[in-house]
C-alpha cells in the first residue's frame, strides 16, 4: 500500500509536470484538487489518463464516486486496490 | 505603412548560444527563460514555445520606455498595460514540437495527453498570457508561411488605422522543426521569439517608426531554384524574416544617426521592405 502511494505520487508529479514539488510534499491524506496541491479540471483528465496507462483502470467520468476516489492519494490508493482485486 | 514602436524585445538561440557558449557546448539545449512572473501551477504547463514568447511580451510591456519615470508607479503599470493590450500573435509553425508529438501519439492510436491537447491550438500562447495577465482585448493569430512575422506587422497596422485600437502588443515566435520534419527546412533553424508594442500615433514613449512596404514576388520560380539551390548546401538558407528584422533593427540602433541601408526581405510570395524614420522626435 505504502509502495503504491509513493508510486502514484512519482507519477502525479511526472505527468503533471509538478516541477517543485517532491515525493515528500504531498501527504497521503491531504486534498489533491483545488485546496492542499491545488490540482484542476484539466489535472483530473490527466489523472484519469494515468490510472488507464499505468493502472489499466477505466474511469467512468458520470460517476459521483470519481470525486471520492480522487480527492487525496489515501482515497486514489484504495480505489486502485479494490478496483484490482474485485477486477 | 508606418509604425511606431514604444518597445521591442527579441530572444533568439543565437543570442542565447552568444551569451553562454559553453553552456551550449555541452548539452545543445539552450536555457529557456525561467519566467518568474508566472505562477508555478501555470508555469509548468508552458513548452519552451510558450515559454520564449511569453517571455518577450513581458519583456516589451516593462521596457523602460513603456513606464512612467516615477518608481512607485511602475509597479502597478505593468499588469495594467498587460491587462488592457490588444494582441496579435503570428508563428509559422505554431508549437510544432507540442502537435508533431500529439499526432504520432494519435498515429499509434495512444490516448494523448488532456494538458497537450488543450494547449496546442495556434492561439493557445496569448491565450494563456491573458488568462495569467488577465487580459480580455481581442486578439488575432496568424500562421502565413515565411510572411508570418511581417503579416503580423501588417494585421497590427489594419487594426491600427481601423481605429479599433491605438497600441498592440506583437508577439511572433517560432522554434527550431522538430526531427520528424527536419527534412523540410527551407530556413536556417534557429529558436526565437520578438515583442513589440506598436502604435498609431508618435508617443512620448516611441522608440522608433519604421516605414513598411511590401509587393508581390514577380519572379517565384527564380526564388524556387535559389531556394533548390540552398537546400542542398544549408548554409545557404535565409534565416526566418523575425530574425532578419532583429538583426537590421539592432544594426540600424547601433548606427544612431548614420543612415543604413533599409531591411529587404523576400519570400516566395512577396518581398518586404522597413526603413527606419528619423527626425520624427515631435510629440
Known amino acids: 500500500m505504502t509502495e503504491l502511494k509513493t508510486e502514484l505520487k512519482q507519477l502525479i508529479i511526472a505527468e503533471l509536470d509538478l516541477e517543485d514539488i517532491t515525493v515528500a510534499d504531498i501527504n497521503d491524506a491531504d486534498a489533491l484538487f483545488v485546496e492542499g496541491l491545488g490540482l484542476d479540471s484539466i489535472d483530473a483528465l490527466e489523472l484519469g489518463l494515468i490510472l488507464k496507462k499505468h493502472y489499466n483502470i477505466k474511469i467512468d467520468a458520470n460517476s459521483e464516486e470519481i470525486k471520492q476516489h480522487f480527492s487525496s492519494i489515501n482515497a486514489l490508493s484504495a480505489f486502485i486496490t479494490q478496483t484490482r482485486t474485485t477486477a | ?283
Not at chain 2, 89 to 112: P, V
Not at chain 2, 152 to 175: E, F, M, P, Q, T
Not at chain 2, 239 to 258: I, R
Open chain 2, 1 to 283: 505603412m508606418l509604425l511606431h514602436l514604444e518597445s521591442i524585445n527579441a530572444w533568439s538561440t543565437l543570442d542565447a548560444n552568444k551569451a553562454n557558449p559553453t553552456d551550449d557546448n555541452k548539452t545543445n539545449t539552450p536555457a529557456w527563460p525561467k519566467l518568474e512572473f508566472v505562477p508555478a501551477m501555470q508555469r509548468r504547463r508552458l513548452s519552451p514555445f510558450a515559454k520564449i514568447a511569453l517571455y518577450t511580451a513581458e519583456n516589451a510591456l516593462s521596457a523602460p520606455s513603456m513606464l512612467s519615470t516615477s518608481i512607485e508607479t511602475v509597479k502597478s503599470e505593468i499588469p495594467e498595460q498587460a491587462a488592457q493590450i490588444d494582441i496579435v500573435f503570428s508563428s509559422r509553425h505554431g508549437d510544432l514540437h507540442k502537435t508533431a508529438e500529439l499526432l504520432t501519439e494519435l498515429s499509434a492510436d495512444q490516448d494523448i495527453s488532456p494538458t497537450a491537447f488543450s494547449t496546442s491550438v495556434h492561439n493557445a500562447v496569448p491565450g494563456l498570457y491573458s488568462i495569467i495577465k488577465q487580459n480580455k482585448q481581442a486578439i488575432n493569430a496568424i500562421s502565413a508561411g515565411k510572411d508570418s512575422f511581417f503579416y503580423a506587422l501588417v494585421d497590427a497596422y489594419a487594426r491600427l488605422k481601423s481605429g479599433r485600437s491605438n497600441k498592440l502588443l506583437i508577439i511572433h515566435v517560432d522554434r527550431v522543426l522538430p526531427e520528424l520534419y527536419s527534412q523540410f527546412a527551407d530556413e536556417q533553424q534557429v529558436d526565437h521569439a520578438v515583442a513589440m508594442v506598436v502604435t498609431s500615433a508618435i508617443t512620448s514613449a516611441t522608440i522608433a517608426s519604421i516605414e513598411m512596404n511590401f509587393n508581390a514576388c514577380t519572379d517565384i520560380e527564380k526564388g524556387n531554384a535559389e531556394e533548390d539551390n540552398a537546400k542542398e548546401d544549408n548554409t545557404e538558407l535565409k534565416l526566418p524574416a523575425a530574425v532578419c528584422f532583429m538583426h537590421w533593427f539592432d544594426a540600424t540602433a547601433d548606427a544612431a544617426d548614420v543612415a543604413l541601408p533599409a531591411l529587404q526581405y523576400s519570400s516566395d510570395r512577396h518581398v518586404w521592405t522597413c526603413e527606419l524614420i528619423t527626425g520624427m522626435t515631435d510629440v
